[in-house]
């Protein structure tokens, strides 16, 4: 009965507008009073245990600083580099400039690990320039709320770092490299619909008249870009560092560009840069330790374990069935990189569309095709489990 109404209080404040770690973490408070209501204030005294619990673990560590990283190369100008490289490989023409911001989101995946990240800095360079080449804003919001997606399926990603805490069996180095396929082909699939809309509906069409940048040029401004996935991944291959200290390298490397290499850094910059990733990390780890409270009155009550929100139902059938918990986290990741352009609560379109200035309704006509083509992706992870798996067994995770 209690477990019954700590599911129908979540959802009730999630359908007041309550934030969903309050939800959480509210909810979670309330079970366990009503669980121990012979001593209610001796059994609150689990809230605070667990939300520290919910924090304490040194993996996610890593999750500020890979948004950190996000804001540097985003400030740094590595984004409009890439995006000018990227242009002078494909070209100009009707839908390339859709094909060039799933590319560089892809990219950008490599070095930071959050979605919302990555659609900042992509689409503070793409959509302005996809409204000069005649695409429609709310189109353009559509692109980079989806690219950015596989930003947490392409390592390092921060839902592999927070999975491989909750769930036991699945490393932080078998789920990146696990993410690295799906990753990949859903930003291949996302291109499909992007290029084919984009040219239906005749979007596009100053692109053509746009001048192309000089690849050498374009090549030798991006190469510092570049090489930054090969240093954080290739670092980590190598065992130079774990995943925790890769961001922390990365955070450095990025300052070092930014300062050092391109100077579209200041002392005076780096201000901003630190608050507006520090405000973004808090909600992720808010949300991650009120999680935490919720699991707990969960388990208490004698009925599952958590990963977040969806998890305690979706784990017990994983042990049960003893599928790889590699694998697992991969589909449910996708599920996630989906849920993050799939309106209302699209944190990705949130982004965008306020870059863009549209208003998310405006983007369902085009996001849909695009969450056909990454839905498409999972089935065949599903169907296919060594799309995620061979990787892993290759590199002897």
Request: aromatic share 4%; hydrophobic share 70%.
């Given at each position: 009965m209690i477990a019954t109404l700590l599911f129908v209080a979540f959802l009730a404040m999630m359908l007041m507008g309550v934030p969903i770690g309050a939800a959480l973490g509210l909810a979670g408070a309330a079970a366990i009073a009503l669980a121990n209501a012979d001593s209610q204030w001796f059994?609150?005294?689990?809230?605070p245990q667990n939300f520290y619990a919910g924090l304490g673990k040194y993996p996610l560590l890593a999750i500020p600083m890979f948004v950190l990283v996000g804001s540097i190369f985003d400030r740094s100008g590595v984004a409009l580099r890439l995006v000018n490289f990227a242009v002078a490989m494909v070209g100009r023409g009707p839908g390339m400039l859709p094909l060039v911001a799933i590319a560089v989101a892809m990219f950008l995946g490599g070095i930071s690990g959050s979605g919302p990240a990555n659609a900042a800095a992509v689409g503070g360079v793409m959509i302005a320039a996809m409204s000069r080449a005649g695409y429609p804003p709310s189109f353009s919001a559509s692109v980079v709320g989806a690219a950015a997606a596989t930003d947490i399926l392409i390592p390092p990603s921060v839902a592999f770092i927070i999975y491989s805490v909750l769930v036991p069996g699945?490393?932080?180095?078998?789920?990146?490299?696990?993410g690295m396929i799906p990753g990949i082909l859903a930003g291949f699939a996302l291109i499909v619909p992007a290029v084919w809309m984009a040219r239906r509906h005749k979007m596009g069409h100053l692109e053509a008249t746009m001048p192309r940048p000089p690849f050498w040029k374009s090549l030798r401004e991006a190469l510092w870009g570049l090489a930054a996935p090969v240093l954080i991944l290739g670092g980590m291959r190598a065992g130079w560092f774990t995943p925790t200290e890769a961001a922390v390298v990365a955070v450095f490397y990025g300052l070092f560009v930014g300062m050092v290499v391109h100077r579209t850094i200041s002392v005076r910059d780096l201000f901003p840069i630190l608050r507006e990733s520090g405000e973004l990390s808090a909600v992720i780890l808010l949300v991650v330790s009120l999680a935490g409270i919720f699991a707990y009155s969960l388990s208490t009550l004698g009925v599952i374990s958590i990963f977040l929100i969806f998890v305690p139902l979706l784990l017990p059938i994983m042990q049960h069935y003893q599928w790889d918990p590699v694998w697992f986290g991969v589909i449910l990741t996708l599920k996630v990189a989906l849920g993050q352009f799939t309106p209302p609560?699209?944190?990705?379109?949130?982004?965008?569309?306020?870059?863009?200035?549209?208003?998310?309704?405006?983007?369902?006509r085009w996001v849909g095709w695009m969450l056909l083509a990454m839905f498409l992706?999972?089935?065949?992870?599903?169907?296919?489990p060594q799309l995620a798996l061979w990787l892993p067994a290759k590199m002897g995770y």
């Open positions: 059994g609150l005294l689990a809230v699945a490393s932080v180095p078998a789920l990146f490299a696990a609560l699209a944190v990705n379109l949130m982004v965008s569309c306020r870059i863009a200035g549209v208003r998310m309704e405006s983007t369902v992706v999972m089935v065949a992870v599903i169907a296919f």
